[in-house]
């Protein structure tokens, strides 16, 4: 069998077993992505500071979460059509996370379904909620979360509209997958997937079925463009933030203005973040405004991480530059599009190996203690 020790191992193989289309959505950003690679490259030029003659033999990766315990400062992060990626993807995903001892937070664009998920796992997960022109499904989605036993609600709001993502565009992206001619040869080769997925229960949005049309809107660009609601202000951020009763995570933030407002507002936590490299193309990378985020909060309220994670020592370079948690998306979606809940946990694997040695060849033996130490200036 292929030795798989590496998310880019996974990656290969999620590329050869997931159609076209689905995969360069995962996998792609916005314009001319130009910010997707930089949240790579600034992450990759970090450099850490190697220590000896250590005792490093007490090795601890659990981290608190928003004061719930973990076995690694990571969250799954929340990812639109990963049902889609594999079929069940949502629920195979939670279930990884679960057994791992992980957070996952479900995407509102989710294939499977707040109640499906929570049929089949056992785990509280969180919940990622967009704004939709009607407030009355985005206030139906807050409460079905709520009486699902989601703790944590995680509200995007770096998506008023829509980036332009090209590569949607040209691959002809439609939900339910759309069987062009092109489509269908590139499918053809990937029988295991259409195997799965097109005879699966669910092919569209799970949490969206009451608000979706039947008819008139075919591609996954035009209906986004026509439920996220551009009129969102912090008003509306202090009205979410009196109605969910538990914990608020506020995902997209870029900016030591908006972080220090979202902490004012009553955010329990900021989650540094350009969506991926998917939405404002030439915007910095998120590890290169991670110190100035926390700066700005000042401990008011927890910074998590988001973008170009890709092994474990981009976990630690997070930490050590203030993170609580790093959120991963592409990650274990490549682990799921290679191997199913097997390919999630293996992701978690080996991000979890990759920490604990890169931890203690810094000196270091517990990931709390983690600081701008271990990196050079």
């Not at 790579?40 to 090795?59: C, G, K, M, N, P």
Request: proline share 4%; hydrophobic share 45%; charged share 20%.
């Amino acid at each position: 069998m292929q030795v798989l020790n590496s998310i880019a191992d996974l990656r290969e193989v999620a590329r050869k077993r997931v159609p076209r289309a689905i995969f360069q959505y995962l996998d792609h950003g916005s314009y001319d992505e130009v910010t997707l690679p930089r949240n790579r490259s600034d992450l990759e030029a970090l450099r850490f500071r190697q220590r000896v003659l250590i005792d490093v033999t007490r090795q601890s990766l659990q981290k608190d979460i928003l004061g719930v315990p973990a076995n690694m400062p990571v969250v799954l992060a929340p990812c639109g059509l990963t049902g889609l990626v594999h079929r069940d993807g949502e629920i195979l995903a939670a279930r990884a996370a679960q057994d791992f001892g992980v957070p996952l937070c479900l995407s509102t664009v989710s294939v499977c379904s707040i109640e499906d998920v929570r049929t089949a796992t056992t785990a509280p997960f969180w919940f990622q909620l967009y704004v939709m022109k009607d407030r009355g499904y985005t206030q139906a989605l807050m409460d079905r979360a709520a009486a699902a036993g989601c703790e944590t609600l995680v509200l995007t709001v770096d998506i008023p509209v829509s980036g332009l993502r090209r590569r949607d565009a040209k691959n002809g992206l439609a939900v339910p997958p759309r069987l062009t001619l092109a489509n269908v040869l590139d499918i053809a080769t990937k029988p295991a997937w259409a195997a799965g997925v097109l005879l699966g229960k669910r092919k569209t949005f799970g949490n969206l079925a009451g608000a979706m049309p039947h008819t008139g809107v075919s591609t996954l660009a035009q209906w986004i463009s026509t439920q996220f609601d551009a009129s969102v202000t912090w008003q509306d951020f202090e009205q979410i933030r009196a109605r969910w009763k538990g914990k608020l995570v506020i995902k997209g933030i870029l900016d030591p203005v908006d972080a220090r407002r979202a902490v004012e507002l009553g955010a329990d936590a900021l989650i540094v973040s350009n969506h991926g490299g998917r939405q404002l193309d030439g915007a910095a990378s998120t590890i290169s405004m991670l110190p100035h985020v926390v700066e700005a909060v000042a401990g008011r309220s927890e910074v998590l991480f988001d973008g170009g994670v890709r092994c474990g020592q981009d976990i630690l370079k997070a930490v050590a530059l203030g993170a609580n948690a790093v959120l991963i998306g592409r990650a274990y979606l490549y682990g799921l599009g290679a191997r199913g809940q097997q390919g999630v946990s293996l992701a978690l694997q080996i991000l979890s190996r990759e920490l604990q040695v890169s931890l203690a060849l810094t000196g270091c033996n517990d990931v709390r203690d983690a600081s701008p130490d271990l990196l050079l200036p």
